[in-house]
C-alpha cells in the first residue's frame, strides 16, 4: 500500500487549491483517509477525514467550511480542496489511511502514510 500526495505549491492569501492522494495497493479493509498538516515547529494536526466506502466526513473546526474533503473511489483518489488559504495555513501536507477507524481524528489509528506535500500561502 502507498499514498502519494500531490497539489501543492506556493499561492497567494485567499486563493485556492486542490491536493490530492492517490491510493495504490489492495483497498480490501480500507476504512478511511484523512488529512494532516504539520507547520515549521508546530505538531502534526488533524484536518479531515473520510470514509472510504460511505459518505462520513469530519473535519477539525478550523478547516470546516474552507476545507473540503473528497473522494473517487474509481480512481482510487482523495481529494482536499483547500479554498481562501491563509499564510497561517503553510505546512506540509500528508495523507493517511486507515483499517477500522473509518473517520478519526487521531494519527496512532492511521497506519499508512503519503510522502507530504507543501503548501506555502504568502499575503
Excluded at 500500500?1 to 505549491?9: E, K, R
Excluded at 476504512?31 to 473520510?50: N, S, V, Y
Excluded at 501536507?93 to 507543501?118: I, L, M, P
Aim: with cysteine; proline share 2%; net charge neutral.
Amino acid at each position: 500500500v502507498q499514498l502519494q500526495a500531490c497539489g501543492g505549491g506556493s499561492v497567494l492569501a485567499g486563493t485556492s487549491l486542490r491536493l490530492s492522494c492517490e491510493y495504490s495497493g489492495s483497498s480490501a479493509g480500507l476504512a478511511g483517509l484523512a488529512w494532516f498538516r504539520q507547520a515549521p515547529g508546530k505538531a502534526r494536526e488533524f484536518l479531515a477525514a473520510i470514509t472510504w466506502f460511505g459518505l462520513t466526513v469530519d473535519y477539525a473546526d478550523f478547516v470546516r467550511g474552507r476545507f473540503i474533503a473528497s473522494k473517487d473511489s474509481a480512481k482510487n483518489t482523495a481529494y482536499l480542496q483547500m479554498n481562501h488559504l491563509r499564510p497561517e495555513d503553510t505546512a506540509i501536507y500528508f495523507c493517511a489511511s486507515n483499517y477500522g477507524a473509518g473517520v478519526d481524528r487521531y494519527q496512532a489509528a492511521y497506519t499508512d502514510w503519503g510522502q507530504g506535500t507543501e503548501v506555502t500561502v504568502s499575503s
